[in-house]
C-alpha cells in the first residue's frame, strides 16, 4: 500500500482532510489484522473505521454521514495514512486503478492471476524449500506477529495446547472498538454501528471451524457482556441490538459443541447470566445446550432455576416484572423440556392471578388435542377473573371441538356484543354456519344503533368504532356495497372505508366516488407535507377518472384549475399535481 494508493480512493477534498486529520493525531486505537485494519478517528464524534487491502485497491467503511453512502471518507484517509505509518503497514504489492477502463483491466488481471496462482504457488513451495531453517524460522514469526491465527496454529504444532495458544487480546479489543462507541448512536447510525459488530463477531465465529472453539467461547461470553453494557446507548428501533446477541450466543452455542467445557461450570454460567440479565442473553438456554449440558450440567442447571423460582415473593395480579418474567421463562422452559405439557402446567398454575394465566395453559392444553381439559381452566377463568374475549374465544372453539356448538355461539355472540368487531361477527358467522340468520339480524341491530359520526357518545374520528363504521365493514365483508354506502351515508365512517366505498362504486356511481375522492385530497393537503400531496395528487388523478367515465371532465379540470388557484403558494403541491400529469 502506498500514498498514492489512498489518494486514488478518496476525492481530492477528503484526502486533504484525512490528511490533516492524521497530522492532527486523531486517529487512535488503530488495530493492524493482516491486510486489514480498524481505528477510530475524532471528527466531530469519534467514527469508526475499517480498511481492507483488496486485488483491486484499497476499500474503506466508516460510520460517518459520507461514510455511510459508501465514499471513502477523511476518516478512512486519516486511517489508512496512520496505518501506513504503523510496523504493520502492507507492502504495496500492486497499482490502484480507477475508472471503468482500469476496473475492467483489474478484471482480467484477477482471471490471469487465478489460472497462474497454481504455478506460483509450486515456485513458493520449491523456493522454500531450498531456504535455510532459521530464514524461514525468522519469516514465519515476523508473519505470525500480525496474524495471531497463525500464531496460534504453530503453537499448537509446538506441543501447546489448544486451548491456551490462542492470543484473543487484538479481537477483545476489535470487540470493545466495535460496540463501545462512547457515545449514543442513533438511528441513522445504528445500522453501521451493528454491521461493524457483526463483522467483529465473524471473525470470532471463525476461530470455532479452525480449531479454536474455548477462545470463540470466551470471546463470544465477553462480546455479550458489552452488548448488555452498551443497551442504553443505541437506538434499537430496527431490533439490531437482539440480532447482535442472537449472533454472539449462537456462536458460544457452537463453541461449546466443538469442545468439552466442564459441565457444572457452563451449567451455572448459564444460569447466572440469564438470571442477571436485562437482555434476555440465554433465555432459551434449555433446550439449546441440553446436549451439550448432559446430565450432570442439567442436574446443577435445574437446582439453580428451582432455587431462583421458588424465592419468589407471590405473585400479585399486575406484576410484570423483568426478574420474574426472566425466572418464570426459565422454569418453564426446563419443566417443558423435562415433563411436557403436565409439567409445565404444574409451573403455570402455581401463580394465577388473571385471566392470562388461565388463558396459557388452556392453549396448551388445546395444542395438545385435551379440549375437555382446557375447557374445565377455561370455565374456571370466566367464572374467577373479569369477562376476557380470549378466554371465550378460546372456550368457543374447544366447545365445536367436542360437539358443543349452541355454547360456543354464546360465547361468540358475548364477545361481539361487548365489543362488536367485523372480525367478531365473522368468528360468529363461521361457527353458526346455516343457523347465522338468527345471530346476524341481532348484530346488524346493534350496530345500526350505535352513535352516528359525530355525535356525543361516538368514538374519536380515526378509532376503529367511529360512526358507523363497523357496520360499514360487515356489509363490505358481506360485499352488500350498496347497504354500506347507505350505512355510510347514514351514520358516518373512517375515511378509508369511503375510499373503499368510492372506489367499489366508481364504475356505476362515479359521481358519489368523485365527492369521496376530492373531500380526502383535501384531507390530505392540509397535512402540508409532500407526502400528503403525493396522496392528494393520487386521489384527484381517481377522482377524474371517474369523471371521465361518466362525462365530466371540463368540470374535473376546472376545479383542478381552482385547487391550484386556492393552493397556490403550495409549490411542492403544485410539483406533485404536475408529476400526476393533472391539469
Given at each position: ?85 504503523s510496523a504493520g503497514a ?213 437446582e439453580l432455576v428451582q ?56 392453549e396448551r392444553l388445546h ?217
Amino acid at each position: 500500500m502506498s500514498e498514492p494508493m489512498v489518494s486514488a480512493a478518496a476525492d481530492p477534498g477528503s484526502f486533504q482532510r484525512g490528511r490533516d486529520y492524521y497530522l492532527a493525531g486523531r486517529v487512535r486505537e488503530l488495530t493492524v489484522d493482516g491486510v486489514a485494519v480498524s481505528a477510530i478517528v475524532d471528527g466531530g464524534r469519534a467514527y469508526r473505521v475499517r480498511l481492507d487491502l483488496t486485488p483491486v485497491g484499497l476499500e474503506g467503511r466508516c460510520n460517518c454521514p459520507f461514510g455511510a453512502e459508501g465514499f471513502f471518507c477523511k476518516h478512512c484517509v486519516a486511517a489508512a495514512l496512520a496505518w501506513l505509518d504503523s510496523a504493520g503497514a502492507p507492502v504495496d504489492a500492486s497499482p490502484v486503478s480507477n475508472g471503468t477502463a482500469d476496473r475492467k483491466q483489474n478484471a482480467g488481471r484477477s482471471k490471469a492471476g487465478a489460472k497462474s496462482r497454481g504455478g506460483r504457488d509450486r515456485r513458493l513451495r520449491n523456493f522454500l524449500l531450498r531456504q535455510e531453517g532459521p530464514w524461514l524460522v525468522e519469516e514465519l514469526l515476523r508473519a505470525a506477529g500480525n496474524d495471531p491465527l497463525l500464531r496460534a496454529r504453530l503453537e499448537v504444532a509446538a506441543g501447546v495446547d489448544a486451548g491456551e495458544a490462542f492470543d484473543d487480546a487484538h479481537l477483545r479489543s476489535r470487540l470493545e472498538q466495535a460496540i463501545d462507541a462512547g457515545y449514543y448512536v442513533d438511528y441513522r447510525e445504528a445500522g453501521e454501528y451493528f454491521w461493524a459488530v457483526d463483522e467483529v463477531l465473524t471473525e470470532v465465529a471463525k476461530l470455532v471451524g479452525e480449531g479454536f472453539p474455548d477462545a470463540a467461547r470466551g470471546l463470544a461470553a465477553y462480546a455479550l457482556e458489552l452488548l448488555e453494557a452498551a443497551a442504553g446507548m443505541v437506538d434499537d428501533s430496527d431490533g439490531g441490538l437482539r440480532l447482535a446477541i442472537e449472533r454472539a450466543e449462537g456462536i458460544h452455542l457452537d463453541a461449546c459443541s466443538a469442545s468439552a467445557p466442564d459441565p457444572v461450570t457452563l451449567a451455572e454460567f448459564l444460569a447466572e447470566r440469564a438470571l442477571r440479565s436485562d437482555c434476555e442473553v440465554f433465555l432459551t438456554a434449555v433446550p439449546d445446550y441440553v446436549a451439550v449440558l448432559g446430565p450432570t450440567g442439567m442436574a446443577r442447571y435445574r437446582e439453580l432455576v428451582q432455587d431462583a423460582w421458588n424465592s419468589l415473593p407471590p405473585k400479585q395480579a399486575g406484576d410484570h416484572g423483568g426478574h420474574r418474567f426472566v425466572v418464570t421463562y426459565l422454569m418453564e422452559r426446563l419443566a417443558e423440556c423435562e415433563g411436557g405439557t403436565d409439567a409445565l402446567i404444574d409451573v403455570l398454575s402455581r401463580d394465577i392471578t388473571g385471566a392470562y394465566d388461565i388463558l396459557r395453559i388452556a392453549e396448551r392444553l388445546h395444542e395438545d388435542g385435551r379440549d375437555t381439559e382446557a375447557l374445565e381452566w377455561l370455565d374456571r377463568g370466566l367464572s374467577d377473573f373479569p369477562p376476557d374475549p380470549r378466554l371465550r374465544a378460546l372456550a368457543a372453539e374447544c366447545r365445536v371441538n367436542t360437539g358443543d356448538r349452541a355454547t360456543a355461539q354464546g360465547l361468540l355472540w358475548d364477545n361481539f356484543a361487548e365489543r362488536p368487531s367485523v372480525d367478531a361477527y365473522i368468528a360468529l358467522r363461521k361457527v353458526a354456519g346455516k343457523r347465522f340468520a338468527r345471530w346476524r339480524d341481532r348484530a346488524l341491530s346493534v350496530l345500526r344503533a350505535r352513535p352516528a359520526a359525530g355525535q356525543r357518545d361516538d368514538h374519536p374520528p380515526f378509532s376503529d368504532g367511529y360512526g358507523h363504521s363497523t357496520l360499514v365493514e360487515v356489509l363490505l365483508w358481506e360485499r352488500d356495497v350498496d347497504s354500506a354506502w347507505d350505512a355510510a351515508v347514514t351514520g358516518g365512517c373512517r375515511i378509508e372505508l369511503w375510499l373503499q366505498l368510492a372506489r367499489a362504486r366508481a364504475e356505476g356511481h362515479p359521481g358519489d366516488a368523485i365527492q369521496v375522492f376530492r373531500a380526502a385530497a383535501d384531507l390530505e393537503i392540509e397535512k402540508k407535507d409532500r407526502r400528503s400531496y403525493q396522496e392528494a395528487a393520487g386521489l384527484l388523478v381517481e377522482a377524474r377518472a371517474a369523471a371521465e367515465r361518466s362525462g365530466h371532465v371540463d368540470e374535473s379540470d376546472a376545479h383542478l384549475r381552482a385547487l391550484r388557484t386556492t393552493h397556490k403558494a403550495k409549490r411542492a403541491l403544485r410539483e406533485e399535481l404536475d408529476r400526476a400529469g393533472l391539469p
